[in-house]
């Protein structure tokens, strides 16, 4: 009787681990769709965010080909054609579209065939300047600006690639940039660190001349870290004599430009309103938490080196503890290339980011632009070997 019972109860004991294979498997299901929701959410999240970059670009590039259209679809309304009974017709219009004249007298009366409208082409605010100015070549340079003798014969000679790379074309106190690190400036190219640090050098040396200096400008490589400690492109005891401790009560912003993957993005500490703003032409290229930490980064490097100071300001506040924004509106470059261009184009405005930010969108050539910053470090009044080079090459040319 015993091992009936045991014959009869072995089909539920098989049946209980049926069940709970199967509840394992639907389980893993269950996992495993939840993984691929995810997965999918992620992708089109990203997705997303690709095809709005693309529609921005599209968006800024055919912004002025759309405001011409609008344009000219303005002016080539006509509201009313009156023939008049005296063989004679008029268009009375807001504005008359150009015509190739189509009516032909047939006696005594006018016969008004479909006028034919002469568009001008559609042409961009760049194009309509090119046509104003021709453009001239300037080294590897292209412009419509006016240059001078001087400066014309200080860019050939900077970029002329058959002389010395190594000879030095801008030196500061604490840098210096030869023909070799120069030619990073040339068409189509990425800004260098050796470029951007010697730029914010040139800048603190400017403001050295006001008797507060409200802004101060950081190289790229501040606050950056390896192992075995900082990495800075100077020493502590020289940035504490390039940014002095007593003058930190009286500066208003800080500027800070940042490197990653080849990208320049500009941080701007305003000690007024204790925010950190991001200035990036690129936006959705690099993670919004990734930027955060690398200003935060610059931020404790300050707080380090102007404890006292930034206490006595603050009373208990940091500017680690400073809010991060990232700024909309902020200019978007047109190329892969002129990150750099945009961040010193922000720096050199004198804090005056507003009005620097209509200028670049009414206006922005990247030749110009790096024409103007080679001459902004060449001509220098803080180069130490800017007019030595200038007058070895009026020399030459008077020999020659």
Same mark, same amino acid.
């Given at each position: 009787?015993?091992?009936?019972?045991?014959?009869?109860? /072995?089909?539920?004991?098989?049946?209980?681990?049926?069940? &709970?294979?199967?509840?394992?498997?639907?389980?893993?299901?269950?996992?495993?769709?939840?993984?691929?929701?995810? @997965?999918?959410?992620?992708?089109?999240?990203?997705?997303?965010?690709?095809?709005?970059?693309?529609?921005?670009?599209?968006?800024?590039?055919? +912004?002025?080909?759309?405001?011409?259209? $609008?344009?000219? #679809? $303005?002016?080539?309304?006509?509201?009313?054609?009156?023939?008049?009974?005296?063989?004679?017709?008029?268009?009375?219009?807001?504005?008359?579209?150009?015509?190739?004249?189509?009516?032909? *007298?047939? $006696? +005594?009366?006018?016969?008004?065939?479909?006028?034919? =409208?002469?568009?001008?082409?559609?042409?961009?605010?760049?194009?309509?300047?090119? #046509?104003?100015?021709? *453009?001239?070549?300037?080294?590897?340079?292209?412009?419509?600006?006016?240059?001078?003798?001087?400066? $014309?014969?200080?860019?050939?000679?900077?970029?002329?690639?058959? *002389?010395? &790379?190594?000879?030095?074309?801008?030196?500061?106190?604490?840098?210096?940039?030869?023909?070799?690190?120069?030619?990073?400036?040339?068409?189509?190219?990425?800004?260098?660190?050796?470029?951007?640090?010697?730029?914010?050098?040139?800048?603190?040396?400017?403001?050295?001349?006001?008797?507060? #200096?409200?802004?101060?400008?950081?190289?790229?490589?501040?606050?950056? #870290?390896?192992? +075995?400690? =900082?990495?800075?492109?100077?020493?502590?005891?020289?940035?504490?004599?390039?940014?002095?401790?007593?003058?930190?009560?009286?500066?208003?912003?800080?500027?800070?430009?940042?490197?990653?993957?080849?990208?320049?993005?500009?941080?701007?500490?305003?000690?007024?309103q204790k925010v950190?703003?991001?200035?990036?032409?690129?936006?959705?290229?690099?993670?919004?938490?990734?930027?955060?930490? *690398?200003?935060?980064?610059?931020?404790?490097?300050?707080?380090?080196?102007?404890?006292?100071?930034?206490?006595?300001?603050?009373?208990?506040?940091?500017?680690?503890?400073?809010?991060?924004?990232?700024?909309?509106n902020a200019p978007r470059?047109?190329? +892969?290339? !002129?990150?750099?261009?945009?961040?010193?184009?922000?720096?050199?405005?004198?804090?005056?980011? !507003?009005?620097?930010?209509?200028?670049?969108?009414?206006?922005?050539?990247?030749?110009?632009? =790096?024409?103007?910053? /080679?001459?902004?470090?060449?001509?220098?009044?803080?180069? @130490?070997?800017?007019?030595?080079?200038?007058? @070895?090459?009026?020399?030459?040319?008077?020999?020659?």
């Open positions: 009787m015993a091992s009936l019972d045991k014959e009869t109860a /072995a089909p539920d004991h098989l049946k209980s681990n049926e069940l &709970a294979s199967l509840h394992f498997l639907m389980a893993n299901l269950a996992n495993t769709q939840l993984t691929m929701k995810r @997965e999918f959410e992620e992708s089109m999240n990203s997705l997303r965010v690709g095809m709005n970059s693309l529609r921005d670009l599209l968006l800024s590039r055919l +912004g002025d080909n759309v405001e011409n259209v $609008k344009k000219e #679809r $303005k002016d080539d309304v006509v509201e009313v054609v009156n023939i008049s009974s005296d063989s004679s017709f008029s268009l009375s219009a807001r504005s008359k579209p150009k015509m190739t004249s189509t009516a032909t *007298k047939r $006696k +005594g009366k006018v016969v008004l065939k479909s006028p034919v =409208r002469v568009r001008s082409p559609i042409l961009t605010r760049q194009d309509t300047e090119r #046509r104003g100015s021709a *453009k001239q070549v300037i080294g590897p340079f292209t412009s419509t600006q006016h240059v001078s003798k001087r400066d $014309k014969l200080l860019i050939r000679h900077a970029f002329d690639q058959s *002389k010395d &790379a190594s000879e030095v074309l801008v030196k500061s106190p604490w840098f210096h940039l030869n023909r070799a690190e120069f030619k990073l400036l040339l068409p189509e190219t990425w800004l260098s660190t050796q470029i951007m640090t010697m730029c914010t050098d040139l800048l603190t040396l400017e403001d050295f001349c006001e008797k507060r #200096r409200v802004h101060w400008f950081l190289p790229p490589a501040f606050g950056v #870290r390896k192992a +075995g400690g =900082r990495v800075f492109a100077y020493s502590e005891e020289t940035l504490k004599t390039m940014y002095s401790a007593e003058e930190f009560s009286d500066c208003e912003k800080i500027f800070a430009p940042v490197l990653v993957d080849k990208h320049f993005f500009l941080s701007v500490f305003d000690l007024n950190i703003q991001i200035w990036d032409s690129f936006p959705n290229f690099l993670d919004s938490i990734m930027m955060e930490e *690398k200003v935060k980064q610059i931020a404790n490097e300050l707080d380090s080196l102007f404890y006292v100071e930034i206490i006595r300001r603050y009373a208990c506040d940091m500017l680690v503890s400073f809010t991060v924004e990232i700024v909309v470059k047109q190329n +892969g290339f !002129d990150c750099g261009l945009f961040v010193l184009k922000l720096m050199r405005s004198g804090g005056n980011l !507003d009005d620097c930010l209509r200028g670049m969108r009414k206006r922005f050539d990247s030749e110009e632009e =790096r024409i103007e910053l /080679a001459l902004f470090m060449l001509n220098n009044k803080d180069n @130490e070997v800017g007019d030595q080079i200038y007058r @070895e090459l009026v020399g030459q040319s008077q020999s020659g």
